[in-house]
């Protein structure tokens, strides 16, 4: 069930809130950007995504065929969102940081995991996923 839930940067100069459904699997993948940074994120529809400050202090990195708009802060430099596309999931969606909501550690630690293999783009687990 999505609940409503606030996240920020490390700084705060963004701050956003979005519904989101924590009992579904949040997600961990192997690509070149997410391993770089350890992104974990939770899919997010754009309807239940509000950016509630810092649209200014968002910077966006793109890569590869650049359909993804990495934002993340340009004073703290934490990535706090991704804009994608992607057809399994419907269409646009955010993919949000999950250590930038506010919850608790306990409550992150207990959170869902599925792992992506965007290296070859199978989305199914890698078969290492200790280090991502
Ligand atoms: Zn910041």
């Known amino acids: 069930m999505k609940q409503a839930v606030a996240g920020s ?27 770089k940074g350890r992104y974990w994120f939770a899919a997010v529809l754009p309807a239940d995504f509000e950016l509630l400050a810092g649209g200014d202090a968002l910077a966006d990195y793109r890569f590869g065929s650049h359909g993804v708009a990495h934002r993340f802060c340009r004073t703290c430099g934490v990535k706090v969102f991704g804009e994608a596309s992607h057809p399994a999931l419907g269409g646009r969606f955010f993919a949000v940081s999950v250590v ?17 293999d965007g290296r070859d783009g199978s989305r199914v687990a890698p078969q290492v996923t200790s280090y991502l």
């Open 100 to 116: 930038c909501l506010d919850l608790e550690p306990e409550r992150l630690a207990s959170l869902p995991v599925q792992y992506h």
């Open 9 to 35: 940067c490390h700084c705060r100069a963004v701050q956003f809130r979005c519904q989101v459904d924590l009992s579904a699997p949040t997600t961990r993948c192997n690509c070149s950007i997410c391993t």
